[in-house]
């Protein structure tokens, strides 16, 4: 019988209901596995003598990102040679331009796979596993996120914007590669061309990489217009925060890197479609823009707020990720 431990570093060491991105997807692939029938747990750790406690009836461990010493996953792979460990990186290629200790250790990942029978390097990104593979030669596996959707058919449709103060979210960490001052300017074009009050969502306190410079501009190009304004929500656990997308009418999500992005997930349980850029390559194709042209994500936003098939096109699209997705991840279970 399989027993799956999805492991990912935890500061906060909070089980299930977590602010820190990998424990949430990390939860939400283990609910679609168990969904499957298969036993999966979710386990927020620190180190790797945590993980080493007690293996024995575990058989497959994937550990989310590049982060534990690589002499500390031989010391496992040796400890328990009958569990096959993988080590799931959760960035594409432009992203890891952020992380050159994340990028050694995917190099020392592949050389582990090579001289282990139980070790895999992986990636939730099918662009970042095709990479390793033609670029270096080596194998990768996939092993992308699943999103548990509630509901078994396509949620309803909302309500189309009429009216009133129009919500726009910019969810996610602030890092330059998010994009987020393309959002905030294309909101304010959305706004003016509407002729509507609008409010910007931006997430606030947990700022990475020059994110408080990010807030600082979005600020300096948006404060003291008539007609929009500012709203900077602060971190939040998981369900709180989908009850804030809930409250939005739409999402921008524009980034120039991503490997799948769960914000643009949460809006689609939420009924609540995203602008987004071809780098969130599983959602559906007329919901995406030009990434560094503003103007193109606030025409296909206006588009999406007048759209009733755009919170259906959303979930099919994210249904049938989950779908190749649960195979992938069958087909490593299976090896």
């Known amino acids: 019988m399989q027993k799956v431990i999805i492991a990912y570093k935890n500061f906060a060491a909070n089980r299930n209901i977590s602010h820190i991105g990998l424990g949430v997807s990390a939860m939400n692939t283990a609910k679609v596995l168990r969904k499957h029938g298969i036993s999966t747990d979710v386990w927020p750790i620190t180190n790797a003598q ?22 500390d996953l031989q010391r496992l792979v040796l400890q328990y040679p009958e569990t096959r460990f ?55 596996t996939w092993l992308p996120n699943l999103y548990y959707l509630e509901a078994s058919t396509t949620p309803p449709a909302r309500p189309l914007f009429s009216g009133g103060t129009l919500r726009i979210g910019a969810f996610g960490a602030t890092r330059p590669l998010k994009n987020l001052m393309s959002a905030a300017a294309a909101a304010l074009e959305i706004s003016r061309q509407l002729k509507t009050d609008t409010e910007l969502w931006l997430s606030a306190g947990r700022t990475e990489g020059g994110g ?9 190009m948006l404060d003291k217009l008539p007609n929009i304004r500012i709203v900077e929500n602060g971190w939040q656990s998981w369900p709180a925060f989908r009850q804030s997308v809930a409250h939005m009418h739409l999402l921008l999500q524009p980034s120039y890197t991503e ?18 850029s071809d780098a969130i390559d599983w959602a559906p194709a007329h919901w995406k823009a030009r990434a560094d042209d503003v103007l193109d994500i606030a025409r296909v936003g206006r588009y999406l707020l007048n759209d009733p098939r755009a919170a259906a096109d959303g979930f099919a699209a994210l249904a049938a990720h989950n779908h190749d997705g649960l195979a992938a991840w069958q087909a490593f279970l299976n090896l």
């Not at 799931?88 to 090579?114: K, P, Y």
């Not at 408080?212 to 300096?220: E, G, S």
């Not at 490997?259 to 479609?273: K, L, Q, R, W, Y």
Request: proline content about 4%; hydrophobic content about 45%; aromatic content about 6%.
């Open 259 to 276: 490997s799948f992005n769960m914000v643009t997930a949460d809006g689609i349980a939420e009924s609540v479609p995203s602008v987004v």
């Open 50 to 71: 945590q993980l080493a406690k007690d293996l024995t009836a575990v058989t497959h461990v994937a550990i989310a990102a590049p982060w534990i010493p690589t002499s």
């Open 212 to 220: 408080d410079t990010i807030l600082h501009a979005a600020h300096a």
């Open 86 to 140: 993988a080590v799931n990186c959760h960035s594409n290629v432009g992203f890891l331009q952020a992380d050159c200790n994340g990028v050694r250790l995917v190099r020392e990942a592949m050389e582990l796979e090579t001289g282990s029978h139980n070790f895999h390097l992986a990636g939730n990104s099918a662009k970042f596993c095709n990479w390793v593979r033609s670029a270096f030669g080596q194998p990768c």
